[in-house]
């Protein structure tokens, strides 16, 4: 598990708020990869794309028709801070899986953080918009009344759990792919000590080519899913009746 050591840039044991590590270095690369790729890969707007133009313009075109579809037109105003949720974990995502990287959203405190802002976001929208009727997204008219106040405890713990489910599916993803990885990673060297290793090292390189290949599908699902409950929840602080 030494692949998800935070580790001080510049030397040193102790890693303080202020510490420059292995985590800001790969979200900053991260933050300029994305930079990159929409400022720089966009800028000639050409009728005709580029490459890079048109893996901006779809990325563009398909987070901007999720906001639509799941929650709505009039979700439309908040696109660019889900847009940028969408972006950030995508590429950290992706740049985790290339050799000697790290990958930031392994780490319960960077998808934390994460998963607490939409929460604080969405609860904020819910408030400011609705007011006191947001109360009733726990209410659900449509139950008998004798089980509305027990569906209600429920909706409030399944509300406030939230960010904790939102968090620890993508940071657990995120880890156990790159660990299942590095298991198999350690049968590869077999051949050279052991007449076994004929036949499991092989079958090793078989395994992480694999397990690779799921994962490279696995950084896009979970950034999807990620963004996706980003929207529902939108959705909720919107139009929270039942």
């Not at 900053?28 to 005709?48: D, K, Q, S, Y």
């Not at 940071?171 to 156990?176: E, H, R, W």
Request: positive net charge; contains cysteine; proline residues 5%.
């Amino acid at each position: 598990m030494d692949q998800f050591m935070v580790k001080p840039l510049f030397g040193g044991d102790t890693v303080g708020m202020l510490t420059p590590t292995n985590v800001t270095l790969w979200m900053a690369i991260t933050v300029l990869c994305i930079a990159g790729l929409f400022v720089f890969g966009t800028r000639g707007r050409a009728i005709v794309p580029s490459r890079t133009q048109s893996i901006a313009e779809l990325a563009y075109g398909f987070v901007h028709k999720m906001v639509e579809d799941v929650a709505g037109k009039d979700a439309l105003k908040f696109f660019p801070y889900i847009f940028t949720l969408f972006c950030f974990i995508v590429f950290s995502n992706m740049l985790g899986l290339l050799p000697k990287a790290f990958t930031t959203t392994s780490h319960i405190a960077v998808t934390g953080v994460l998963a607490l802002a939409v929460f604080i976001t969405v609860t904020a929208i819910g408030f400011i918009k609705n007011g006191a009727s947001f109360l009733s997204l726990f209410w659900v008219s449509s139950a008998p009344l004798a089980l509305r106040p027990v569906l209600a405890v429920i909706e409030i713990i399944s509300y406030f759990v939230r960010p904790v489910s939102h968090s620890i599916r993508l940071a657990g993803n995120m880890m156990a792919g790159h660990a299942v990885i590095k298991v198999f990673a350690a049968f590869a060297p077999l051949v050279l000590f052991s007449a076994v290793g004929v036949v499991v090292t092989p079958l090793s390189i078989l395994a992480i080519t694999a397990m690779y290949g799921l994962e490279v599908v696995v950084a896009f699902i979970q950034a999807y899913v990620f963004t996706i409950l980003t929207c529902v929840y939108l959705k909720d602080a919107l139009h929270p009746h039942h």
